[in-house]
């Protein structure tokens, strides 16, 4: 058995390591193409085509990474805050006749980052720079982006599928499939909302997570709602009403219900952007695509020596060095670095987390309190600013967060798995465990705690939980007993959280970087005498190669002096940090990631 496992992951490290090659090359093109991309020459007059299905709007521009190359996955992704920075230079820019917007087809991405996007597009749009969208078979997310336009056009044609219904999530339960598989999870926690783990314990929700994530969805939808009527001069009761009674099937239906201007043909609407252009014919129309016209227009201003640093802590909070998500160790280096550097005058700390491990927050924010010290720190909130992702902010001198913002869920738990049932009675194999003490074996996974050693790690939980109850009372002013009562885990968005002090301001990226610079010097907000700096930096793809293969874990001698040592380690790597965060470790993390479609 031992030597087939071997021969396998031999064969399978082979196929790795030829692919890894290919996408060495592949890097060197893709850095060749940013280079062209640099000396992108627009025309003289013009139109700004936003297609969001040929980009991910993300936290950081990003090159394709090799594992999403494998997977089928092309499209680069912008970071918010150069799609917003190209929306207010198109604003400004004689040259940029309209703004084209299409959003059928977009990339799946968080609420947050559309909705800062989409309040650019406002913006553009009240300052006189007229955006146009068409869409064809919209979805609520499409069209609530589209709903920032001034025009809506739609396809004429039958067969156009919509594909809007609101906003809504499924709650997956498994404890009927882990009885039957022999698994028996003892989930540990304190908080009656903090969800994380009930789906492996019960069949149903609990009445405590039907509320929240009720309450949540409501919150949801009622801010796109909101934003779509303003946008279409309609009432929100107008929105409700079309969503609730499924007015909304034929592209006439859009039409008579308000929801677009015009329905026309594809050939119709190349006549209608050419006459919006002023030009006789659609083949006369020079389109500029975002990332052309980031690439030409979006340049950070590298003259000032005073700079404002923008930290991105996106992903997961992990223990350990590693590159992906936010690892503790590495974070805290990169924030002690900030500290250190003089030119640095003001932080944006840009939280896009739903937490994870309590170690590395603490050792996040043990460095975040140093830097309170000597700059101000601002927070901004993306999708996410949750559990250890609140933890780690919530001292901030000021804190921003996006109206759909999931943030909160103050609460803590630990989750441990038996699978002695699994073994015994599935896999028929018997397990004698031999230990230095009765309790030697409570973490082996082969069997249920005991009493006293529930009781043992339940401690570790209300230790934990007293302390982050402690910090967001310290760090938002406010009394423990209150900040309990909006705690025991529950999640809250953004415009609900700042009605209970979780955060000061609902606002975008930008607003945060201006108030930084404010505090900074105390006379303005204006950027322009600031050069605005990103940690951590976003990987090329051949550092992202170069990383893989270079992995470092002394466990896997197996393949030590072939060509597959490096993939070999990285596996293993891998397998080594998934064990990990499914042991004994303590979590302050949100249960779920949320995509609006």
Known sequence: ?????????????????????????????????????????????????????????????????????????????????????????????????????????????????????????????KAGKAVISYIESPSTASYYMSSAADKIYMTSHLGATSMMTGVGSQLIFLKDLLDKLGVNVQLIRHGKYKSAGEMYIRNSSSPENMQQ???????????????????????????????EDLKLNSPQDFK??????????????????????????????????????????????????????????????????????????????????????????????????????VLAAEKIKAELDLLRKDKPVIASYGDYAASGGYWISTNCDRVYSDASTLTGSIGVFSMIPDFSGTIRDIAHVNITTVGSSSHSGMLGLMRPLDAAETAYMQQ???????????????GRKLEPDYVDSIAQGRVWVGSDAIKIGLVDEIGTLEDAIHCAAYMADGSSDSLDSWRVEEF??????????????????????????????????????????????????????????????
């Open 460 to 474: 570790s939980v209300e230790d934990i939980y007293e302390r982050f109850v402690s910090i967001v009372s310290e």
């Open 1 to 125: 058995m031992k030597n087939f496992l071997k021969m396998t992951l031999a064969v399978v490290c082979g196929l790795l390591l030829t692919i890894f090659l290919v996408f060495m090359v592949m890097g060197s093109i893709i850095s060749a193409i940013g280079s062209a991309e640099s000396n992108t020459t627009l025309p003289k007059s013009g139109v700004l085509e936003i297609d969001m299905s040929s980009f991910i709007l993300g936290e950081q521009n990003a090159e394709v990474s090799p594992v999403a190359a494998i997977q089928g996955g092309s499209a680069p992704t912008i970071g918010i805050r150069q799609a917003v920075a190209a929306v207010r230079a198109a604003t400004e820019d004689p040259a940029i006749k309209y703004i084209y917007l299409k959003t059928d087809g977009m990339a799946s991405s968080g609420l947050a980052l559309l909705e800062e996007f989409r309040v650019a597009l406002e913006d553009c749009s």
């Open 536 to 597: 951590p930096k976003p990987q090329t793809t051949m550092e992202m190669l170069m990383e893989m293969m270079g992995s470092s874990s002394p466990e896997v001698k197996l393949f030590k002096g072939t060509p597959f040592e490096s993939t070999a380690k990285y596996l293993w790597d891998l397998n080594r940090s998934w064990e990990k965060k499914n042991g004994s470790y303590m979590f302050a993390s949100l249960p779920y990631v949320m995509d609006i479609r």
């Open 213 to 243: 994530n009720q309450e949540m969805i409501d919150g949801i939808w009622n801010n796109m709602a909101t934003a779509m009527a303003r946008g279409r001069e309609l009432s929100v009761e107008d929105i409700n009403a079309a969503i």
């Open 256 to 357: 008579d219900n308000g929801f677009v201007d015009e329905l026309m043909t594809a050939e119709q609407l190349k006549q209608k952007l050419a006459d919006l252009a002023v030009v006789e014919k659609f083949k006369d129309v020079k389109m500029v695509s975002l990332s052309d016209y980031i690439a030409a227009k979006v340049k950070d201003n590298l003259k000032p020596k005073q700079k404002i640093a923008v930290i991105f802590a996106e992903g997961n909070i992990v223990d350990g060095n590693g590159s992906a998500d936010v690892a503790g160790d590495r974070f805290a280096s990169i924030i002690a670095k900030v500290r250190a550097d003089s030119t640095i005058k003001a932080v944006v700390l840009r939280v896009n987390s739903p937490g994870g491990a």
